[in-house]
């Protein structure tokens, strides 16, 4: 790693003129941490959407996706927390789940972690991918092998699982580590109104103390994290096809054919 240390996003005058603007926030209603990553790199608009849980979305909501050019969309949690969804998803929007933290595979590595302030920040995403490469193979996989369209992948507050595979996707498709911190330190401020809907804690404020206690932040740890991912290197060693990869890159710059 080279250069000064990062320890916060660029002030805001800054980021107005930058490709990470406000203008990748979107407005599905139902949710409350959504974004284009259109911008970022070589991401064409409408490619890529992170999000949190999309069952909380409504029929307005599902409305917006769609016309967003949603086409897929790649869900990153557990089985046991699927839940009803709050209104029907549209005909021509395909749900894929893959597992991605799999959490039953290695109780060891999960009992250490999660007792570790480590967890729910990016300085967890290295020991995650070292261990567990072929989870993050099959959410690349997925997105790689999606139908044509816009593809939207979320956890269940889209920042932590959907952050770790927004990290690869965008270290992949050529955004520097700090749009892709900046991107991911975006999704703190959305916690609060995500709590209050939902009724289930972020745990962001035990996160935002454990980050001053040790003098870091996320941006700062983000920014670290990015700058030691090799994603064209990582993702072949971790299962991802050239095919695959190839197929990543054309969807992610928009040349895939849109449905």
């Known amino acids: 790693m080279s250069g000064p240390v990062a320890t916060g996003p660029p002030p805001t005058d800054i980021l107005i003129g930058m490709t990470t603007s406000i203008e990748r926030d979107l407005d ?57 969804d709050a209104a029907p998803r549209p005909d021509g929007i395909t749900t894929v789940r893959v597992e991605l933290d799999g959490m039953a595979e290695d109780a060891e590595f999960w009992g250490r972690w999660t007792e570790d302030w480590r967890w729910g920040t990016p300085q967890f995403y290295g020991p995650f991918m070292q261990r567990f490469p072929h989870r993050i193979a099959a959410a690349v996989t997925a997105v790689a092998q999606a139908a044509p369209g ?16 927004a990290l690869v996707l965008l270290s992949l498709l050529g955004a520097s580590p700090e749009e892709i ?78 449905s």
């Open 28 to 84: 599905w209603d139902g949710c409350h941490n959504v974004r284009d990553l259109g911008g970022l790199g070589v991401v064409a608009r409408g490619a890529l959407v992170r999000a949190d849980g999309l069952d909380k979305l409504t029929g307005r909501g599902w409305a917006a996706a769609y016309a967003h050019g949603i086409r897929t969309v790649l869900d990153l949690r557990e089985s046991d927390e699927y839940g009803v």
């Open 150 to 165: 816009g593809v939207v992948f979320h956890c269940a507050a889209g920042r932590d699982r959907t952050g770790n595979l």
């Open 181 to 258: 911190a900046e991107d991911y330190a975006r999704s703190a401020a959305n916690m609060t109104a995500l709590e209050t809907a939902t009724g289930k804690p972020s745990h962001q404020g035990a996160i935002d103390a454990a980050y001053a206690e040790h003098g870091t932040s996320a941006y700062a740890d983000m920014v670290a994290a990015a700058r030691a991912v090799d994603a064209a290197t990582f993702l072949p060693a971790a299962g991802v096809t050239a095919a695959d990869l190839a197929a990543l890159r054309t969807r992610g710059t928009g040349s895939s054919p849109s």
